[in-house]
Nanobody
Framework: QVQLVESGGGLVQPGGSLRLSCTAS????????MSWYRQAPGKERELVAI???????NYADSVKGRFTISRDSSKNTVYLQMNSLKPEDTAVYHC???????????????WGQGTQVTVSS
């Protein structure tokens, strides 16, 4: 019932920037929070950044000062601005939304299919 569509990934050189977008659509009553995860080759999936209803944000230590998460609630969209990219940022990036849908009694997690970010010279 809910779809998350991501865009903005690609290949960039070290020090470059990318802006990821993720838009949720479907039978949505409320989105409690939205977040970005990534999984790099040979590594476990990690939380990159999260933004909750009141606008509070949290970041992984590895991206603090370089990445910024933001949200446009009117569009059900979350963004991840990534600056000063490093090779170790290379990963598949997934967005997640905690969504209460129409007719449901509880919220659940919905995931996007992922977008590849590659940082290499």
């Amino acid at each position: 019932q809910v779809q998350l569509v991501e865009s903005g990934g690609g290949l960039v050189q070290p020090g470059g920037s990318l802006r990821l977008s993720c838009t949720a659509s479907g039978s949505i009553l409320r989105i409690n929070n939205m977040s970005w995860y990534r999984q790099a080759p040979g590594k476990e999936r990690e939380l990159v950044a999260i933004i909750i209803n009141n606008g509070a944000t949290n970041y992984a230590d590895s991206v603090k000062g370089r990445f910024t998460i933001s949200r446009d609630s009117s569009k059900n969209t979350v963004y991840l601005q990534m600056n000063s990219l490093k090779p170790e940022d290379t990963a598949v990036y997934h967005c997640k939304a905690v969504v209460l849908t129409g007719g449901a009694y509880y919220s659940r997690d919905y995931w996007g299919q992922g977008t590849q970010v590659t940082v290499s010279s």
